[in-house]
């Protein structure tokens, strides 16, 4: 569920065209965050807040990825595909036409640099998909055999998008004028495409420009190559190709640190190094960040993160018939690494879902039976290799650190700026234990620090007043009792964290979310919406319920029906969810209780332990955190932290200016 974000000044944008775009996305995503939008479409807050400001235009592969997920019947779906089109061509059209008359040679430089960069993608998926498949080293032996194959459809696939947009790269460089000389007066066309007159171009009607959009090649993680169209002319297609290379410079460098750790040590990798464009090569030492810390060692070598596709932009360069093998690892521990097999556990079990129309006395009915599709993990066999853990490697794991006693207990919060705080217990007073931070994790396991710059996850020390870092990027980072989980950053995998070994382990596949609370650790499938439980062993999951429009876990599992019309619980036994109340917009629990927002009154309700019976609380701001004993509140501005008294209404500000809030009872 999108929270409340903070109030949003009119767009920057350079030109009208631009500003309606950005309109349009607002409109599009509120109610959503920069950080929810950040982690579900894998591009920066930065980014993000640049695309809704109007100061940058968001790709059209990216706008119409939201549309499909925002808007949900088919019908509206449609009309407002078409629109996004028609804002964006505008938008784009007005930009570059702004562009070419203060430098009428950068169109033909533009083109150049896309279809150079166009041919460095296919050289590299080649090699990629070259080492994944080598007979004499078997990239899957001994390591999870089903995720290199994964990796390698994944490769292949991408590999044919690749190439449609070198075509379109190479037809854009023909058409481009050599000084810019007539740019956007002409109009090139696919093979054997009749030119359409002006007129028609900008009427065409929103069902055939949906049609077209549809007829694209499909990705079978849903994104689509954007029509290179007639409609616009050299500008729109240069533009549109631009945009594609850039969404698939950043899905060639999620899959190369995927497969990376299989690929250690093969001789058919050498010669891919991966640069950061805003780095030299000689130097690939990052700014340092955050709290100094003595595992905080240099990193020597520079890799691409999926939270970062802009700032840290990477690009795989083929140096054929160079020695050097790929950089030295990093001093850090991979999350996505590829795991060792684990025990099969016991079959699953059946189960139903949160329902739309409930009996208010009863369980809901139960929903169909769980199917091999569906689950987040792969179906255990009972011919499945058993194999102890493996030692780590040098790729996936990192020395065991010594157990810092200190207590955590406290509330931590992320400032405006990046900086982590304490809050000293009383007053509005806190202190900085750190810097450099996106969000922080915190309960049993301690607490977490996800960095800014780079997306890697760090433990604080509070003995040394350091930060430990412990892990890449990944999707999302939870906790649930004393143990840290985090998804993988294409969500293809469910990690665990093991602090004694100092590595991670893989406990289940892919995942949309991750809930975790006293009740336990619950998953939803990205391709059904279905909800499972893990049962605690790797690969063992059972499926409890259906899709739901949001989660939550305190003592008990709740879920709000995807209409938004009801709150159920879960019984904790097979497929059992009764009613508790009606209508939510949010929900959010702890051991201190289940809460919901509303939206439309503004209010937060506490369940009361009893059918249809909340107590008002107060009014909602932009987040809520509940933890064993208590409840917190971040404005809606994101100027104040508040503390709920515990009755009635009251809250008490203990803080302000906070993005992010963590909490250890």
């Known amino acids: 569920m999108g929270r409340a974000g903070r109030p949003q000044g009119p767009p920057k944008g350079s030109t009208e065209e631009a500003n309606a775009l950005a309109g349009f996305l607002r409109d599009l995503t509120a109610g959503m965050t920069v950080r929810e939008l950040a982690e579900r479409y894998r591009t920066s807050k930065t980014i993000w807040g640049e695309y809704r400001s109007g100061t940058k235009i968001i790709p059209l592969g990216r706008l119409n990825a939201v549309v499909k997920d925002r808007v949900r019947d088919e019908r509206g779906r449609t009309t407002m595909l078409a629109k996004a089109r028609r804002l964006y061509e505008a938008a784009v059209t007005a930009e570059q036409t702004v562009r070419s008359a203060e430098d009428p040679g950068a169109a033909r430089r533009q083109a150049e640099a896309d279809r150079a960069e166009s041919e460095k993608l296919v050289k590299a998926l080649l090699q990629i998909i070259t080492a994944l498949t080598d007979p004499d080293e078997p990239v899957g032996a001994g390591a999870d055999a089903e995720l290199v194959r994964q990796h390698l459809a994944e490769a292949r696939h991408r590999l044919g998008v690749v190439r449609e947009v070198q075509q379109a790269a190479e037809r854009v460089l023909a058409d481009t004028p050599e000084r810019g000389e007539g740019e956007g007066e002409g109009r090139a066309h696919a093979p054997g495409a009749e030119a359409e007159d002006e007129n028609s171009a900008e009427d065409h009607d929103e069902n055939r420009a949906e ?204 400032s405006e700026d990046g900086k982590v705080l304490q809050w000293s217990g009383t007053g509005k007073s806190w202190r900085s234990i750190g810097s450099d931070a996106d969000s922080i994790v915190a309960g049993g396991a301690g607490l977490f620090r996800i960095n800014e710059s780079d997306k890697w996850i760090s433990q604080y020390l509070p003995a040394s007043h350091t930060w430990d870092r412990i892990g890449s990027p990944g999707a999302q980072f939870i906790q649930q009792g004393s143990t840290l989980y985090g998804l993988r950053p294409q969500r293809d995998a469910v990690m665990r964290w093991d602090p004694g070994k100092g590595k991670w382990i893989r406990i289940g596949i892919k995942s949309a979310n991750l809930y975790a609370g006293p009740a336990g650790l619950f998953s939803t499938n990205p391709d059904t919406g279905k909800i499972w439980k893990y049962n605690g062993t790797p690969d063992n999951w059972s499926e409890i319920g259906n899709r739901g429009a949001d989660f939550a876990v305190g003592d008990h599992l709740w879920g709000i029906t995807p209409d938004h019309a009801a709150v159920y619980q879960w019984t904790e036994h097979g497929d059992g969810w009764f009613r508790v109340g009606d209508a939510a917009d949010k929900i959010y629990a702890g051991g201190a209780g289940m809460f919901i927002v509303r939206e439309s009154t503004g209010q937060i309700l506490k369940y009361n332990g009893r059918v249809d019976s909340w107590t008002l609380i107060g009014t909602a701001g932009a987040d809520l955190l509940v933890t064993d004993r208590s409840v917190y509140r971040i404005s809606g501005d994101h100027k104040t932290v508040s503390l709920w008294s515990g009755h009635g209404t009251t809250w008490t500000t203990i803080g302000a200016s906070a993005t992010n809030l963590a909490a250890v009872d």
């Open 211 to 414: 049609d077209q959009t549809e007829k694209r090649h499909e990705d079978r993680h849903g994104d689509r190559l954007p029509a290179i169209s007639a409609r616009g002319g050299v500008i729109l297609q240069s533009a549109l190709v631009h945009d594609e290379i850039e969404e698939q410079r950043t899905e060639v460098a999620l899959l190369w640190q995927q497969i990376r750790p299989a690929l250690t040590g093969s001789d058919i990798v050498q010669g891919i190094v991966l640069e950061r464009l805003d780095t030299p090569l000689t130097s690939a030492t990052p700014e340092a960040t955050g709290v100094a810390a003595k595992s905080d060692a240099p990193v020597t070598e520079i890799r691409p993160t999926a939270a970062r596709p802009h700032r840290r932009r990477t690009q795989l360069i083929l140096a054929a018939g160079i020695g050097a093998a790929v950089a030295a690892a990093t001093a850090g521990v991979l999350l996505y690494a590829l795991p060792e097999r684990h025990d099969a556990g016991p079959a699953r079990t059946l189960s139903s879902p949160p329902q739309p129309q409930p009996s208010s006395s009863g369980p809901a009915a139960g929903g169909p039976s769980a199917s091999q599709s569906s689950s987040p993990t792969p179906k255990p066999s009972a011919s499945s290799p058993r194999h102890e853990d493996a030692q780590p490697d040098t790729e996936s794991s990192a020395p065991a650190k010594d157990a810092d006693v200190t207590d955590l207990a406290g509330v931590y919060a992320v």
